[in-house]
């Protein structure tokens, strides 16, 4: 399986991105997606997960509002649309994937997914 996160860059606080990340390898039809970020200095931390087959959501406190989790089945593309960005929102951005469901407390450790994408770097300028 792999996991290719991309979009993100340098925006101005207030702004947007959209992380995408594309996925090959498997089928998708019982597993879990999550988006992660770590900041320099900090633990890798939980921004939003998605149950792949029905569509069910789970936010982080910080994401709650300003970022939606979606994904394209028929492109096996998740998306993670980040508005109203602030500068603590700096931080590297990972994809993960989980290839069968969790129950939902354990959607937000990351210990608990199988396959990762590379990351992708989001700095948001005040």
């Known amino acids: 399986v792999q996991l290719q996160a991309c979009g993100g860059g340098l925006v101005q606080a207030g702004g947007c991105l959209r992380l995408s990340c594309a996925i090959s390898g498997r089928t998708l039809s019982n597993a879990d997606l999550g988006w992660f970020r770590q900041a320099p200095g900090k633990e890798r931390e939980f921004v939003a997960a998605l149950r792949w087959s029905g569509g069910s959501t789970l936010y982080a406190d910080s994401a709650k509002g300003r970022f939606t989790i979606s994904r394209d089945k028929a492109k096996n593309t998740a998306y993670l649309q980040m508005n109203s960005l602030k500068p603590d929102d700096t931080a590297d951005y990972y994809c993960?994937?989980?290839?069968?469901?969790?129950?939902?407390?354990?959607?937000?450790?990351?210990?608990?997914?199988?396959?990762w994408g590379q990351g992708t770097e989001v700095t948001v300028s005040s």
């Open positions: 993960a994937l989980r290839m069968n469901r969790i129950a939902q407390s354990y959607l937000p450790m990351h210990r608990y997914y199988h396959y």
